[in-house]
């Protein structure tokens, strides 16, 4: 896989510094912006998202904040663009089904998914859909919609450690056709993420050899995912046949976490 993006992702999206040639309050937008970066290269992400809240409107809409504020949600979540890519080196899935390879990926790390849903959020409003944003910019979202749906089912399917952090198998009793087990919400936003990877599949052809695991078992998803799959979480989540396809597929091992079966 190329590695030359990794550069650019660390510096735009993971907080770059940021100097300013005139002094500024403490509770300007500049000020603001400036600490909110320094608190996310330090892990503080929270921080930082706490300072973007106070800033103008006018303020955040500009190309270069807006960058950085989904950098902050990223973070948020758990996602660090620099680290999670580790895990792609090699090709491989290591023999698991790709689910469970996301799933694994988010093992004993601390996750929040509502973050990289509201970082997916903002990125659709830098380009709604792959044609409207610039390569760089798909290729964070490709990653991102990967990570969201590695979280979404370790926050949901492996929390039975001692830390409640994962294990890297799926909890005991878990049934992806359960609404106990894995919520409406949690399996359209796993079908979201799905929908993205479809809609920047031309990035992963540019990213990963076509002869690697990742990559074909990333093209046979999108096609038993097909039209049930899309990048708007709350259509899928009104339409029980896309959720049933959906929970399905987290529920049987070729593609899912379980060796369950279909739901009926």
């Known amino acids: 896989m190329k590695r030359v993006f990794v550069i650019f992702f660390i510096f735009v999206f993971a907080g770059c510094s940021n100097i300013f040639q005139a002094p500024s309050k403490k509770d300007s937008d500049e000020a603001l912006f400036e600490d909110a970066i320094k608190y996310q290269n330090s892990g503080d992400c929270t921080s930082a998202l706490a300072n973007f809240a106070k800033m103008s409107a006018d303020f955040l809409a500009r190309t270069d904040v807006k960058s950085s504020w989904i950098g902050a ?20 899935t290591g023999g698991s089904a ?16 509502a973050s990289c849903t509201a970082a997916e959020t903002k990125m659709k409003e830098v380009g709604a859909a792959a044609i409207n944003r610039t390569s760089d910019q798909n290729l964070f979202m490709l990653f991102l ?12 399917a492996d929390r039975d450690s001692t830390d409640s952090l994962g294990d890297g198998t799926a909890d005991a009793g878990f049934d992806g056709c359960s609404s106990t087990s894995i919520s409406d919400n949690a399996v359209a936003e796993i079908g979201s993420g799905l929908g993205q990877i479809i809609d920047n599949f031309a990035t992963i052809t540019a990213i990963l050899s076509n002869s690697n695991d990742i990559y074909s078992s990333l093209d046979a ?8 799959c899309s990048t708007d979480a709350s259509a899928i989540k009104a339409d029980a046949a896309k959720l049933k396809v959906l929970r399905s597929i987290i529920n049987t091992n070729t593609y899912g976490i379980i060796s369950g079966v279909p739901c009926p």
């Open 145 to 156: 919609a990967m990570a969201k749906i590695g979280v979404y089912l370790r926050d949901n």
């Open 221 to 228: 998803l999108q096609t038993a995912c097909g039209s049930n």
């Open 98 to 113: 790709i689910l469970l390879f996301l799933m694994n990926s988010w093992t004993q790390k601390a996750v929040k998914p």
């Open 73 to 92: 949600y990223a973070c948020d979540c758990g996602f660090r663009f620099d680290t999670y890519i580790s895990s792609f080196n090699s090709g491989s």
